[in-house]
């Protein structure tokens, strides 16, 4: 029953992906079988739970490449067109990896390689300041963060790159479920920030590939 | 006793702009005197009141170009350094051009072109249909949207080009404020849309200056 | 202890119905042996989890038909007065389709006849203008979505049909709940576009029953 | 530079309106020349304060049927189409009669009969039982109320009619701005009640006639 | 470790209780042993789910008096004293029940006599309207809603009793959690009506036992 | 236009009242006009602000005894029938004076005496201690307190009168608008203390009455 | 009528002060005479508006030392004891500067000596680490800002001092308020930073004497 | 792959701690084996869950000194340097009992000497006044409290000590979660109370040893 929007990436040069945070098991299926069968060789799969994946019907789940702490699967590999450009995915803490290993899952898939720049939140800024060179060799920076979100604010303060912020649900009480993050995010003080959805690292990534597609010659 | 980051330019490629909104009118002509003294020979001024500009000091309030509908005043004219590219500023309806108006005059400010395209709202689709093969000139989208924000969803599936939502505070009711705008572009069903504060035509301006500039070869 | 509002229908031309969200198995039971007895031989059963109609009394269950991804149960089947008029049950995605299918399920109880279309979210618009003529020739729009809901106003401006909007709690972050969705349906540019609550497929139908039952001549 | 949408009339069978809430009086002034130049003769006007009508100009507006308490101005007077059917537009107090003038003002614009049926509230359900009959002798019910709207559950408990609630921003405390009334409405115990945007009266009577229209043999 | 507050009945002439919901099995086995070796004869436990209940310590578990559904268990029985007057706790759907019997059961514990009305509301009048005259030969009223609450307005404008309305967490969507129905009822258009935490059917029972004892001549 | 529920003092012995927030002075001076030519001598206004209360017709106005900082007026003085017992009003702050006396007003209104109690919040613990025996010579405690309403559980914990609290919209930052008062009170530690809208003055004394009036025998 | 607590300096050792914010000129003019017919001598006024001030009795106002910019004023001059150590007050902007000066007059008034430390926020970082020695030379640390309070992080991140923030309501959209400044201080992932209520430098200032007082000797 | 901020105890005196919550047990076993290889001897972790703690590699949990009920572990046992002053963990009931063990580990571990009072919430004021004297004799109060949290300020109002208010998530209706907790602390109408985020011992706890630590001749 599923339909496919099978002229996206012609039409936005973006494949389309399954999101199944919200499909049933046999909803999944269904659309294993449609892909074996359509002309649709490459899909991504983001929010597969590993309950989730395990439950597939496993001559389908064989065929997917599966990334448990990310929750993602890739069916049929990266696309093969390689985008120019490098993107640095940088985290305030460890907490943040899930949502930093699904945006770079997803640029890997999209076609676009990228640099994991792991704990330099801001409570100790000696951790960024060192890495803050080779952060600035990179086109795009993904900050994913949570609790306070300061990170976005001095990271757009010391480069002129593009940054997409990437609000985490990580904490508890006025942390908890990443609001806190999102808004503070929103209210930066650094000039030019640009934000996505909570644990949004699927969306930040494919914003870090329209501004590197978009941009060159074509 | 304001303190100004001289550095910022040179540090992030953005000079640094006066937020008016929250500063009084004394604090208003003690920046201009000392502006008017000190090295920084451009500023962008926005969310400057025609109220709190008519009540300026008017030896200081002259030299600066002030454009009362997007409240935003230049002293010393756009930077002379012109960014390659162009943004196509995109509004769903008629309240939403003071924001989009904030945007261009950014824009012209930072040495990068752009186009205002009025009145796309999907409610009408045939008016978006009929410009999108000029929007798709573009290297950047700015989609200046209140209400629902649908026409966020709509031009981020039709065109492969950086889009970057601004949601207005137009509207009443649960529109009112801008929050529903906001949410619904942060949900958009569309891949790789980001977002920026309510209302924030100078953050989007900025943030398409960080893509024109930031994947150029320097 | 329940007493039914066995009037109901005579007043308001709609059946009572059972709400088992908050129920525990032992007053369900309750009901099912106070329905037997009693007068009312039809009753529609709404959010019937699986692990509730489970645990229900086996001799009383078998008298169900259940469906479990709407989580309906028909007691008695649909009513034999058949409704004129035909209803469309429109979802943006797949996973709006648990809603949607409560939707019909209510649709056909109620003697309605109704279509399912899926997938026709903004995000790839060509889907939704290749079913529009026969959307058109449904009397009534039932339009199940979630995340920003942009499909409401995107139909909302193609249709002079009534449309009546259902928010969904898909998604995840602001998405989360389906509080975005709800206030972008009600914040639609679209103009005479009405909602119910979250998730609320039941009322929908209902709706939509009014609408067909209380215009024809009677 | 406004760009109406002058074929909405013909596809979804609804002129197109103008909404000035946030439109400054250098925006309205301009529409209004627009209009006289071209081809759209009918139009209404929202939200267009006492204030906002006192300052256009005086040769356009003269032009306009100003109604204040509703803050609704006609254009050229309302359309010749009659469409069938009755509306009635009820309200729970004297203070929600602003948003049902708007209701009602629209409905005579669009060509469709209404009666207004004044403090029904429900702490005083007499005066409701005694108007009942005549209420449904009407083909679509407005409901206008604020506080905890009760008034929608008990009329949609009473009538088989369809049933359009429109929450009232009245009131102070948790009434204000309308959200509990909103709320209160979607969450209303009777079935198949739908909603509109807080203070929105134009929007329940655009649904109104959708439904009148949408229905009708054509 | 715990620290009884022994004086409370001598001072507001409410017995303290033992609100359970965040505390561990452990915490109240601890409890259990101080009550059995101190003076407090008498407690009431409120919020104990059948799963703490079922992991206490046996030989203590066995001197309470557990009601499941109500979540409350009493040791040592009633209070002797007998408070006078009537108190009806009035529900508005099955789902209110556990709510009610907390009511219930406390009234019971501090000595007063009360009445149970189910389901009656607002959507089918009628069964209020039918039990209305019994319901006056109560001296406080005890009014128990979720969704929209309707029927504390309508009870409190037919009635002169003191009414406690206890708004209940049912019901999905906007009513989900309760927050609906505890707005609504602050928002009532019946005037001198009360209300007490969202599910607080213990509060509310000692609310009518502070009304019952006030007054009387002592 | 508008329609008494001239028969609530015989259903629920409180008279009508015309709350004036939300109307408009046409509105007003009609309700005068009505009542001057009506069967109900008596009316009590509420949230007659002085703007409005000036801008009356002056025969009108005139009749009333108006009271600036409680912004009521009484139409033909308070009702001859006198409820027994007393009611003490109790306030944390000099802040919440104005609701403090809308309560007043309304009691005298109604019949009934009342003492206000002034500046007693717990900030200042031994002022509340010294008038203790004088509050608890009164019947019914309604204690009026904004920012964290500590006040309600102190009162609460410290005498078995019955006691109503209502919340006040003074402070700012998360003080603004009630909210915090609102819920520190609903959440209170003190068992069976009963809570109304946020400045609800009106409300807290109707609620004494029909404590009042409610248990006497009649 | 008013009722000072004039035991609190004793009690607490802070002195009470006067909140004007909700307080009428009535009120205030009544303070007044109090105060000068009182024990009292000395009293600090707080959210004290310049519209308040100009209509005081003049013979009052003209004994008060006002601040327009801070709103506060004193009678009777500071306290002459003198607390030791010192307090730096932090802003992020200029826009923080009317809370800071609250702050600075309330420790003023209160015997300890601060410095302002203006304008370095984290979008310009060395602005900060300049003057970092500095502030390490005081006992107690005020950050005051808005927006994302990026700068409590931060500055918590660098100095062992104790740091109280103070989030302000200053900017726009997602700022608007001061919730996400509050929050994001709340959520703040540098150890051991603490709150107060939004905008309230007053209490920053009086929890700054709260820790120089309560450690030292006495 | 995690990046110790090891320099974090010369530069604030407080050591890194891990924050469990949001790591998985793959994470905190990575984190184990790099403290067993590295220099940092000592760690505190909080948030670690029974559940985590059990799955954690036995040879390496084998090493951590865990409390249950706190959630909290040492690795290498509390600092050697000893803290000057005495802390008071206050707490209002029962349930706030594991926040407060959450503070008191973090103070033992940093080395600060701390006592716990239980139970003396403001509903029985005698409890708390009876150990008012021995709380004096304290340096820095920790108030933990949820629902109403008035014991925040009752305390504030008793004491001249710097006061720390935690807020808690206990209880249900408008206290779950904890913010009706934390929004009446920030309310406090005691002077000089500050705050952390809701839940936050470990929090408190720095704070206080900030206070401890900062004003003491180095």
Chains 1, 2, 3, 4, 5, 6, 7, 8 share one sequence.
């Not at 049929?76 to 899952?105: C, F, H, M, N, Y």
């Not at 479920?177 to 909570?198: D, F, K, Q, W, Y």
Request: glycine share 10%; aromatic share 4%; proline share 5%.
């Amino acid at each position: 029953m599923i339909k496919f929007d099978h002229q996206r990436e012609e039409r936005i040069r973006l494949p389309e992906s399954v999101f199944c945070h919200d499909k049933t098991v046999e909803m999944l299926n269904e659309i294993l079988v449609d892909l074996a069968e359509g002309a649709t060789a490459r899909v991504l799969f983001t929010r597969l739970s590993r309950e989730k994946f395990r439950s597939l019907n496993p001559d389908l789940a064989t065929r997917l490449d599966y990334h448990e702490l990310s929750e993602t699967a890739l069916l049929g590999g990266p696309r093969e067109e390689r985008v120019p450009g490098k993107v640095a995915v940088i985290t305030a803490g460890t907490s943040d990896l899930p949502v930093a290993w699904e945006a770079q899952r997803t640029l890997h898939y999209l076609g676009v390689a990228s640099t994991l720049v792991v704990d330099v939140g801001v409570a100790g800024l000696w951790r960024l300041q060192e890495r803050l060179p080779e952060i600035n060799e990179h086109d795009v920076l993904i900050v994913v963060a949570g609790m306070d979100a300061a990170l976005v604010s001095v990271v757009g303060g010391l480069t002129a790159r593009p940054l997409i912020g990437v609000p985490t649900s990580t904490g508890y009480g006025v942390s908890s479920g990443g609001r806190t993050a999102l808004e503070s995010m929103l209210a930066s003080c650094s000039p030019g920030v640009v934000v996505v959805n909570i644990d949004n690292g699927y969306g930040a990534a494919c914003a870090a590939v329209r501004i590197l597609q978009g941009i060159q010659p074509e």
